[in-house]
């Protein structure tokens, strides 16, 4: 698994003219699925997550994690973190995982994350959708996470 983490003001995803659903403070979280992840890749990105150090402390310190701050989440499914372009114009996602696996391996890694630190505090969009995604960067900061090999 691939997660791009974008610490946030806030953040909304919306599907056709309405909000699904919106966040203040905390992270918005793009989660890639690769065909080789499973659920133990879930849950230690969840928890890497709910840890990271990169909101600031009273010494302005990159020292405090989204729990620390009683932050919020909002998880966006988001295949194209496993494009390949090192061949043409055309990106291939043939690294992603299928559909079926990916959506299971999503609400798992959601499940995860509302289990460390609090399932009001997680929101997400609608695996699969087109969402329109509307954030104002804390930072910016922005961090690249993967999970272990499993296999």
Same mark, same amino acid.
């Given at each position: 698994?691939?997660?791009?983490?974008?610490?946030?003001?806030?953040?909304?995803? %919306?599907?056709?003219?309405?909000?699904? %659903?919106?966040?203040?403070?905390?992270?918005?979280?793009?989660?890639?699925?690769?065909?080789?992840?499973?659920?133990?890749?879930?849950?230690?990105?969840?928890?890497?997550? =709910?840890?990271?150090?990169?909101? +600031?402390?009273?010494?302005?310190?990159?020292?405090?994690?989204?729990?620390?701050?009683?932050?919020?989440?909002?998880?966006?499914?988001?295949?194209?973190?496993? =494009?390949?372009?090192?061949?043409?114009?055309?990106? %291939?996602?043939?690294? =992603?995982?299928?559909?079926?696996?990916? +959506?299971?391996?999503?609400?798992?890694?959601?499940?995860?994350?509302?289990?460390?630190?609090?399932?009001?505090?997680?929101? %997400?969009?609608?695996?699969?959708?087109?969402?329109?995604?509307?954030?104002?960067?804390?930072?910016?900061?922005?961090?690249?996470? +993967?999970?272990? +090999?499993?296999?």
């Amino acid at each position: 698994m691939r997660i791009l983490i974008q610490r946030v003001k806030e953040a909304s995803v %919306s599907i056709g003219d309405s909000v699904y %659903s919106q966040i203040n403070k905390g992270l918005l979280i793009f989660l890639g699925i690769k065909h080789s992840d499973c659920e133990i890749s879930a849950q230690y990105l969840a928890h890497r997550c =709910a840890n990271l150090r990169i909101f +600031e402390d009273a010494q302005g310190k990159m020292n405090l994690s989204v729990k620390d701050i009683s932050g919020q989440l909002l998880v966006i499914s988001q295949f194209t973190l496993y =494009a390949d372009t090192q061949k043409g114009n055309r990106p %291939s996602f043939t690294d =992603a995982a299928a559909h079926d696996i990916a +959506e299971k391996l999503y609400n798992d890694f959601i499940h995860s994350l509302q289990q460390v630190i609090g399932i009001d505090r997680v929101k %997400s969009g609608v695996f699969g959708a087109m969402m329109d995604i509307q954030l104002i960067n804390d930072g910016p900061v922005t961090v690249m996470v +993967e999970s272990k +090999e499993t296999n």
